[in-house]
């Protein structure tokens, strides 16, 4: 097969990785059909943002929020994406240090799962 019969190009994809070391190579998932490198940099950064405020108790800030997340936090990220792609490290203090708002966390709705099967229920 030669190249150009190969399967198309699929666009970008985040990897979900579990911080406590559970899961098989620590790889959670691959969601995968980002429309473009900023989709995925937006659904990266919303997953782990979540991922922190599930890891907040109690009102915990800072160093405590940050020693949770990193036993059982998710991590998020886009692969292949070299310097463009966002990467948590960047921002993991902020995030501990302030609570996010329902917004920053949504990473639902940036979800190309769900954008498919949108648009698969419209053409029913």
Same mark, same amino acid.
């Given at each position: 097969? /030669? /190249?150009?019969?190969? #399967?198309?190009?699929?666009? !970008?994809?985040? =990897?979900?990785? %579990? @911080?406590?070391?559970?899961? #098989?190579?620590?790889?959670? #998932? ?9 989709? $995925? @940099?937006? *659904? +990266? ?8 405020? =599930? ?8 160093? &405590?929020?940050?020693?949770? !997340? *990193? /036993? *059982?936090? #998710? %991590? $998020?990220?886009?692969?292949? $994406?070299? &310097?463009?792609?966002?990467? /948590? +490290? @960047? &921002?993991? &203090?902020? *995030? +501990? $240090? +302030? ?7 949504? !990473? ?10 949108? %648009?698969? %229920?419209?053409?029913?």
């Amino acid at each position: 097969m /030669s /190249s150009s019969e190969a #399967e198309p190009d699929r666009g !970008w994809f985040v =990897r979900i990785l %579990d @911080n406590s070391g559970g899961a #098989e190579e620590g790889i959670v #998932e691959e969601v995968k059909d980002f429309q473009d490198l900023a989709h $995925a @940099n937006a *659904f +990266a950064r919303a997953y782990v943002r979540d991922s922190m405020e =599930r890891c907040r108790t109690g009102g915990a800030v800072g160093r &405590e929020v940050l020693e949770s !997340w *990193f /036993s *059982f936090g #998710e %991590d $998020a990220i886009v692969v292949e $994406a070299g &310097e463009d792609g966002w990467k /948590s +490290a @960047n &921002e993991l &203090e902020d *995030f +501990a $240090a +302030a609570p996010a708002t329902p917004m920053e966390r949504d !990473w639902r709705m940036l979800d190309p799962r769900r954008l498919v099967e949108d %648009d698969e %229920d419209i053409g029913s």
